[in-house]
C-alpha cells in the first residue's frame, strides 16, 4: 500500500467531505498583519462581570474543583428553569430535561447525534451558523439548505420549510435573533412555521443563544408555541449575553428522552461541564440581568451608527433585531462576498466575514459584528467607505 492510499484511507470519510471554516481563514489571514480592526469575531467587547468573575474564584477557593454531577450542578440547572420560566414562559424539569454543556456548540452537536440515524435529512434555515450542516454530516444525516434573503428580512416561511420536506426529513435548524443576519422572527412568524414543523412530525434544534440581545420587545420562544415543547431541543447558553465566551458554557433543554439520550453522549466525552464556570454562571443568573441590559443598551446605540453608516455609504444594510451583527450587501460593487472581503482585508486593513460561507443567501454580503468600541467601529466604517468608493470607480 502506498503512502498516499494509507494517508487516505484512514481519515472518516465524512470529516474529509467538511470545509475548514470560512471565518477561520480570515481570521488566520487577518492575525498576520498590522493595524487590522476586526469586526468578524462574534463575542462580546465587554469583559465578564466582576461578581460572576468572583463567584467563579470563590468556587475554586471553597474547594468546589470536582466533577460535577453529569448534567451540571443542580443549583445552576434549577436557575435555568426559574430563568426560562420567568424570561419566556417555558417550564422544564432541572431534574431531567436540562443538560449544562460545554458550550452551546456542544449541545448542538450531542443533540444531532442523539436523534440522527445515516441518510435522515435536516432542515438547515440559511444564512446559518457555519457549524450546523457540518455537524449534521458528522452525525450521518445529509443537511438540506433553505435560502433566506434579503427581501423578506431573512425570515423562513411556512412554504419554503415544506417544500424541503421529504420522507428523509427528520429534523430542522432554526436560529432566532440568528447569526449572521440579526433577523428575528415574531409570535405571529413563528407560529406559521410551527404548524408547518409539528403538522410534519419534526423535531426542531431552536438555537435561543442571542434570545436577550433582542432590540424590540422580548424574544419569543419557539418553545412556547403550541405543541412545540415536546418537539423542540432548546439551546442557549452564557455566552453572547453574558460576556462569558472563554468560559464555554451553555445549556439545552429538551424532553426527557431527548436529553437523556444527549446526557448518555456527554457523558461518554465529556463527563461534565467545568464545575467553576458553573457557580460563575449560577452567579450571572441570579444577579447578572443588570448587567446584560447594560450591554444591550449599548449595542443597540453602536447597531444604529452601524446600519445609518453603511446606509450612507451606499449599500443596503437591513436593521437587524437582535444579535450584534449588521448583515450589508455588497452587490453593488459588483463584487463577490470572497472578493469584497478578501480586497476589503489586503487594502483597508478591515477585517469581515464573506456571507457565502453561511450558505445560501449569504452570497452577495458580508456579516460585520459590532460588538466592538465605538471608535473601531468608526474607523473601520470609514474605511469601508472609502474602499466602496474606490470599487464604484
Known sequence: MTSSTSQRTR??????SIQPSGIRRFFDLASKMENIISLGVGEPDFVTPWNVREASISSMERGFTAYSANAG??????????????RFHIGYDPESEILVTVGASEAIDIGMRAIIDEGDEVIVVE??????APLVTMAGGVPVPVGTHIDTDFQVTPAQIEAAITPRTKAIILCFPNNPT???????ELEAVAKVISGNDLIVFSDEIYAEL???GTHVSLASMDGMRERTVLIS????????TGWRLGYVCAPDDILSAMLKIHQYSLMCAPTMAQHGALEALETGMDDVHRMVQSYRQRRNFVVKTFTEIGLTCPMPGGAF????SVKETGLTSEEFAERLLMEEHVAVVPGNVFGEGGEGHIRCSYATSMEHLETALERIGRFVQKCKQ
Do not use: H, N, W
Request: net charge neutral.
Open 182 to 188: 440579526g433577523s428575528i422572527m415574531g409570535k405571529e
Open 237 to 244: 447558553g452564557f455566552s453572547k449575553a453574558f460576556a462569558m
Open 11 to 16: 481519515l472518516s470519510t465524512r470529516v474529509q
Open 73 to 86: 450542578i443542580i443549583e445552576l440547572r434549577e436557575a435555568i428553569s426559574r430563568y426560562l420560566y420567568e
Open 127 to 132: 444564512p446559518s451558523f457555519v457549524s450546523y
Open 214 to 216: 433582542t432590540y424590540d
Open 325 to 328: 451583527y449588521a448583515f450589508p
